[in-house]
């Protein structure tokens, strides 16, 4: 079998952690290691896969996030414990989006639809609860007209 590799960028951080959740989710999946991170009853139970799954996770992180893990941590305790502790919720969410709103300009854009996406995608995640939940797009800063 020829060398296999994670080609994409380790997490950091929160800088990341959105990226590299759906990335290390798609890597996973492409070598039938998905269930190792869902919570049950769709866990998976093949110790080798586990196994396997952790070594990837690890592998997939930068060194000062991996101290987090516990030498025993099955994959769903870590990918759980990663998103405790980088995914974005409330009102940290709610800060970046008004920030990517406030900073967004035309001028910076390539095309008006470039431009409007931006603001759509950073108004979309104001509508965004504390669990990570839509709380739907009436919520948003911007009223869009559809």
């Known amino acids: ?5 994670i080609n994409f960028d ?10 590299w959740d759906k990335k290390m989710l798609s890597f996973l999946r492409t070598r039938d290691l998905y269930k190792c991170v869902q919570p049950a009853p769709n866990t998976e139970n093949d110790e080798d896969k586990l196994s396997r799954a952790v070594g990837w996770i690890f592998l997939a992180c930068e060194d000062h996030v991996t101290h987090h893990f516990g ?5 769903l ?6 998103h ?25 854009c390539d095309s008006n639809d470039q431009y409007i996406g931006r603001m759509m995608e950073a108004d979309r995640i104001v509508g965004v609860d504390t669990n990570g939940h ?3 797009p009436e919520c948003g800063i911007l009223q869009w007209n559809q």
């Open 1 to 5: 079998m020829g060398q296999e590799n």
């Open 134 to 136: 839509s709380s739907g």
């Open 84 to 108: 405790r502790t980088y995914a974005e919720f409330g009102q940290g969410l709610h800060l970046q989006a008004v920030m990517t709103l406030s900073h967004t300009y035309p001028s910076e």
């Open 77 to 82: 305790q870590i990918w759980e414990l990663l």
């Open 71 to 75: 030498k025993d941590d099955s994959p």
């Open 10 to 19: 380790k997490l950091n951080g929160r800088s990341n952690y959105s990226t």
